[in-house]
């Protein structure tokens, strides 16, 4: 596996994944600016990935 970044479990702070997940989601939502469209899915992917690895703490 190929990775530029990677979280062991009890690194990841989820509070903070849950804000990052929340505001990604309301940002692709709102679409007013499609330019930060991408930029909302990676957040929102990432987002995503922290709460599942969090999962095995």
């Not at 989601?25 to 990676?42: F, G, Q, T, V």
């Amino acid at each position: 596996m190929i990775v530029q970044t990677a979280e062991a479990a009890n690194e990841i702070d989820v509070e903070r994944a849950k804000l990052a997940k929340s505001r990604a989601e309301s940002h692709l939502e709102n679409d007013d600016d499609n330019s930060d469209i991408n930029r909302a899915k990676r957040a929102l992917e990432r987002a995503n990935n922290r709460l599942r690895v969090a999962e095995f703490k």
